[in-house]
């Protein structure tokens, strides 16, 4: 990242450009958060148009990813597939999205139906598109058809221009084009803090697992950083839609851009977040100085750390790859935000990075992060325990447009089914995919970018290859259904969930699949026992789902809400919600858009949205209480040596819990017996949560439940009524 | 470095100071409008709250390099580039960098000595150092 396109080059990719369709529109300030249009583009029509936000539409769906799931609830059918024309792409900011005075204010929420699991996903991402779309005249941008040739469509703030251009000379891979385009369509060299991008990259052209990196220009370090909006094959969307890139441009950012209707109590809440975060930080969670990846040893601690596809929380190696060790790599004291005026600044940068492998071997790179996740995922998931490694992975992985998480699950799911003989190289075309070698798992991603050999197979995701190995290679379904981290398709993000029912219920319920910002709660469930009875959990799995989805709603990263906290937090009544900072949230709300909501209607407004997402997920077959079911890997152990590992444990629970004495019990007996009663200890928690979300024993929202929140649409009533005759 | 060195022991909390600076920066006489701050201490005395040119840790977090340090030392605030978020505020350690209500950017002592001047108990000076 380091070297700039030079200025010829970049000329020369310019002249290949062609207009395809061009749309003047109109400047017009945010209003109180808003700009009240989005803006539509059809990439098989080159239609351009942009549509008002009603009233109803604005109080209903908020904002965010509410407004993109609205959209692409109107733009698709009940039988529409991912790569059918008519599934779109929608990115979002939200009412607070663009503020510059509150940490963690600068998401784009992405939406689309997913190649993974069929249904509507979403996706958080930092970097500057999202915020720039918007201050530029557009509260979301919704993308349907498909190109017949590499795209670009470009939106210029400054002039009132949006334009499709065929663009046919710009890399894919998303580290170079994002450079090419940012250098092309700014200004001079200080306009490039003006333009952001979205890409993806080779790997989203043949695998499942694409992601979507959003650009920011980095003052600093004069390269394009990287964001990624990762789970469940946004990018694959994209690139199917042969999209090679998103281009905004936005020179007016000022600190008012949102025109709040009370900008002091903005700038008041803004500054005593930085000071608390500023002050208190370093001896909490170390964001600014480690970003996520301060989470490795902790989990290691708690028995968290994923380790060899989630068959154990932690490692003797471990150590190796922890945040001390991590941190070697990244550049220090730089106010490495992923939006202006986040002081959490957790986006981390290994910086001056030699890569090894690969079509960019030996050329030096920054690389943004790695975070917890891609630690977890691509590192000890898969028994690799050596930081460059996991550096080199989540270059190549962003790069490419391949998603940390999934890729990181799912080769630690072919390594075990390689331990357990249901691969051979035979089967991999050579591929070693033994724990631990890495170099093997890196040839896997390059050739999930070529589109060539093993790769090919592997990038469909774990679902499809669950099949595809019983089918070709005969091994046993039940087997691979245990050891296969994915729910609904998608693959499970990186907490070892075993030990706390309610992260079960938090990953296998998310309505997106198993990512885990719907809820977090092993602590309070596992360690702090504050969550005891069904009821409590099902309390806890009603309303930090609801919370966590506004963060969504807005614009907001989730991060500064509890990865800081208030010295005095554990004080208060409710720890686990943070009070001060709720109330944070619901001042900056009223104070942007006027309005006067408190901490009840914030949950009210997630709960419009994420029942919208529930029965969408029904409209299109799918959102069974089935879907909801964890593979039994994320509740207990499935093999001999699993339980035997933490046997103590596990004969404790047998004895204190199921009221079973294991005495001279095999351990396959034992196994079974725990087995039965975590599935059952399971069902029982479905029926609680469902219930405290206003949903039927087979989830599904109840015609009282909509009219009560208030999205009792005809259409939407009539998927519900469909599923409950 | 040039910087406005302070005596607190001579402050007589007259506040003169505060006036000067923000007549000149603001064209109000308005204590919240100052680069200095005169505020009392428990027990009696002043505490001057004022940039030392030292510390800038304004310069470092500011995440569109917007603040910048002159020839002769003097920390500096480009308002074409800030977006008023407001992290130099925070960053601060001697809550030097200012904001004030109804305003978008912060602002801070540029030790352009004019309070200096007025100073009745001789407390303020500009002077060109490094900081003992």
Known sequence: ?725 | MKYLKTYEDRCIGCERCMSVCSLAFFKEDNPAKSAIQVVPKDGGGFKLVVCNQSYRNCVSECPTQAISISKQGVVLINKKLCVSCYSCVAACPIHAMMRHEGGLYPFKCVACGACAKECPADALEIVQEEHA
């Open chain 1, 1 to 725: 990242m380091s070297t700039q396109p030079h200025s010829h080059d970049l000329e020369n990719l310019k002249s290949q450009h062609k207009v395809l369709a061009e749309y003047h529109f109109g400047l017009k300030p945010v209003e109180r958060g808003y700009n009240h249009r989005t803006l539509y583009v059809n990439l098989s029509t080159n239609e351009i148009k942009e549509k008002p936000v009603s009233e109803d539409m604005r109080v209903k769906f908020t904002g965010g990813k509410g407004f993109g799931m609205k959209l692409l609830w109107d733009a698709v059918k009940d039988d529409t597939r991912w790569n059918d024309p008519e599934n779109e792409i929608n990115i979002a900011t939200g009412p607070i999205g663009g503020n510059t005075n509150y940490p963690g204010s600068g998401k784009s929420l992405v939406v689309s139906l997913s190649p993974l699991t069929g249904i509507p996903i979403d996706s958080n991402v930092g970097g500057y598109f999202g915020p720039y779309l918007k201050f530029s005249g557009f509260d979301a941008l919704e993308i349907q058809g498909k190109a017949s040739d590499e795209t670009i469509v470009y939106i210029d703030g400054d002039k009132g221009l949006v334009q499709i251009l065929a663009a046919p000379g710009e890399a894919v891979d998303s580290h170079v084009v994002a450079e090419q385009l940012i250098c092309m369509f700014a200004e001079s060299e200080a306009g490039r803090r003006h333009v952001a991008t979205v890409s993806a990259g080779r790997g989203s052209d043949h695998t499942f697992i694409g992601c979507l990196n959003f650009s920011l220009w980095d003052l600093r370090r004069k390269v394009a950083r990287l964001k990624q909006a990762g789970r469940g094959g946004i990018g694959t969307v994209f690139r199917d839609k042969k999209l090679k890139a998103l281009v905004v441009k936005f020179s007016g950012l000022a600190g008012d851009s949102n025109h709040p209707a009370d900008l002091e109590t903005l700038q008041k809440t803004g500054l005593k977040l930085h000071q608390e975060i500023i002050a208190n930080d370093a001896s909490q969670c170390r964001m600014r100085e480690i970003g996520t990846a301060h989470l490795v040893e902790i989990m290691d601690a708690y028995d968290l750390l994923p380790t060899k596809n989630f068959k154990y929380g932690n490692h003797p190696d471990s150590p190796k790859i922890n945040s001390h060790e991590i941190v070697k790599y990244i550049t220090q004291g730089l106010p490495d935000g992923c939006w202006y005026g986040c002081t959490m600044a957790c986006a981390k940068v290994a910086d001056g990075f030699t890569l090894q492998t690969g079509p960019y071997a030996g050329q030096k790179v920054s690389v943004d992060g790695p975070e917890y996740e891609t630690v977890g995922g691509c590192g000890s998931n898969c028994a690799i325990f050596d930081p460059a490694a996991i550096i080199e992975t989540n270059f190549y992985c962003d790069t490419y447009g391949i998603d940390t998480i999934s890729f990181g699950t799912l080769v630690a799911f072919l390594m075990e089914c390689w331990e357990n003989g249901i691969l051979n190289k035979e089967r991999t075309g050579g591929l070693d995919l033994t724990w631990g070698n890495w170099r093997d798992s890196m040839e896997l991603l390059h050739q999930m970018a070529r589109g060539e050999g093993f790769g090919l197979i592997a990038g469909k995701g774990v679902r499809q290859m669950k099949k595809y190995f019983a089918e070709h290679y005969g091994a046993d379904p039940k087997f691979l259904q245990d050891i296969g981290c994915e729910c609904k398709g998608l693959e499970y993000s990186q907490y070892v969930s075993k030990e706390s029912l309610a992260q079960q219920g938090g990953y296998s319920m998310a309505l997106k699949g198993p990512q885990h910002d719907e809820a977090w709660l092993i602590f309070m469930d596992m360690v702090n026992n504050q969550i005891p009875t069904f009821e409590d959990k099902a309390e806890a799995l009603y309303y930090f789902p609801m919370f966590r989805t506004w963060f969504g709603l807005q614009g907001l990263c989730k991060l500064p809400w509890n990865d800081v906290e208030p010295p005095d937090n554990a004080e208060t009544d409710e720890p686990a919600k943070v009070p001060e900072h709720v109330q944070n949230y619901v001042d900056i709300y009223n104070a942007i858009t006027g309005l006067k909501l408190d901490k009840h209607e914030l949950i009210r407004q997630s709960e419009r949205v994420y029942n919208l997402q529930k029965v969408f997920s029904l409209r299109l077959g799918k959102g069974s209480r089935e879907g909801d079911k964890p593979p039994y890997r994320m509740m207990g152990p499935v093999t001999v040596e699993e339980y035997e590992s933490r046997q103590e444990r596990y004969d404790l629970q047998l004895r204190d819990k199921v009221k079973v004495d294991p005495l001279g019990k095999s351990t396959l007996e034992k196994l079974q017996i725990m087995r039965q009663y975590r599935e059952q200890q399971y069902e029982h928690l479905l029926d609680a949560v469902y219930k405290r979300k206003g949903w039927t024993r087979e989830g599904v929202p109840t015609v009282e439940h909509l009219q009560k929140i208030g999205i009792a649409y005809p259409d939407v009533v009539a998927v519900v009524e469909r599923h409950l005759r």
